[in-house]
Protein backbone atom coordinates (compact mmCIF):
# COMPACT_ATOMS: atom_id res chain seq x y z
CA UNK A 1 0.00 0.00 0.00
CA UNK A 2 2.96 2.38 0.60
CA UNK A 3 4.16 1.73 -2.56
CA UNK A 4 1.40 2.48 -4.21
CA UNK A 5 1.11 6.32 -2.45
CA UNK A 6 4.91 6.31 -3.31
CA UNK A 7 4.33 5.73 -6.97
CA UNK A 8 1.45 8.37 -7.19
CA UNK A 9 3.21 10.85 -5.38
CA UNK A 10 6.35 10.10 -8.34
CA UNK A 11 3.60 10.43 -11.19
CA UNK A 12 2.27 14.04 -10.01
CA UNK A 13 6.07 15.42 -9.30
CA UNK A 14 7.72 13.71 -11.89
CA UNK A 15 9.05 16.90 -14.40
CA UNK A 16 9.10 14.39 -17.34
CA UNK A 17 5.82 13.37 -18.54
CA UNK A 18 7.53 10.03 -19.46
CA UNK A 19 8.69 9.43 -15.70
CA UNK A 20 4.81 10.06 -14.85
CA UNK A 21 3.37 7.60 -17.19
CA UNK A 22 5.73 4.86 -15.77
CA UNK A 23 5.23 5.51 -12.36
CA UNK A 24 1.39 5.61 -13.52
CA UNK A 25 2.22 2.22 -14.28
CA UNK A 26 3.92 1.14 -11.55
CA UNK A 27 1.23 2.28 -9.56
CA UNK A 28 -1.12 0.05 -11.60
CA UNK A 29 1.12 -2.66 -11.05
CA UNK A 30 1.21 -2.40 -7.30
CA UNK A 31 -2.62 -2.02 -7.13
CA UNK A 32 -3.17 -5.12 -9.06
CA UNK A 33 -0.40 -6.82 -6.61
CA UNK A 34 -2.81 -5.96 -3.89
CA UNK A 35 -5.66 -7.18 -5.40
CA UNK A 36 -3.82 -10.61 -5.68
CA UNK A 37 -2.97 -10.57 -2.62
CA UNK A 38 -6.65 -9.77 -0.94
CA UNK A 39 -7.77 -12.62 -2.92
CA UNK A 40 -9.83 -10.84 -5.94
CA UNK A 41 -8.17 -12.55 -9.15
CA UNK A 42 -10.55 -11.40 -11.44
CA UNK A 43 -9.88 -7.96 -10.36
CA UNK A 44 -6.21 -7.95 -10.53
CA UNK A 45 -6.63 -9.02 -13.54
CA UNK A 46 -8.55 -6.51 -14.81
CA UNK A 47 -6.30 -3.92 -13.34
CA UNK A 48 -3.57 -5.47 -14.70
CA UNK A 49 -4.93 -5.86 -18.62
CA UNK A 50 -6.80 -2.57 -18.78
CA UNK A 51 -4.80 -0.45 -15.34
CA UNK A 52 -1.24 -1.16 -16.83
CA UNK A 53 -0.76 -2.89 -19.89
CA UNK A 54 -3.82 -0.03 -22.05
CA UNK A 55 -3.43 2.82 -20.36
CA UNK A 56 0.35 2.83 -20.74
CA UNK A 57 0.17 1.91 -24.27
CA UNK A 58 -2.17 4.99 -24.86
CA UNK A 59 -0.18 7.02 -23.13
CA UNK A 60 3.13 6.18 -25.33
CA UNK A 61 1.18 6.46 -28.18
CA UNK A 62 -0.37 9.75 -27.64
CA UNK A 63 3.24 11.34 -26.76
CA UNK A 64 4.79 10.06 -29.73
CA UNK A 65 2.01 11.72 -31.69
CA UNK A 66 2.64 14.87 -29.90
CA UNK A 67 6.20 14.34 -30.03
CA UNK A 68 5.99 14.27 -33.77
CA UNK A 69 3.69 17.32 -34.22
CA UNK A 70 6.29 19.13 -31.97
CA UNK A 71 9.28 18.43 -34.28
CA UNK A 72 6.66 18.91 -37.34
Do not use: N
Amino acid sequence: MIGIVIAAIVAIQAKKVITSVIALDVTGSLAALEFLLLQAPDVAIAEASVGVVLTTVLYIVALRKVKEEDDA
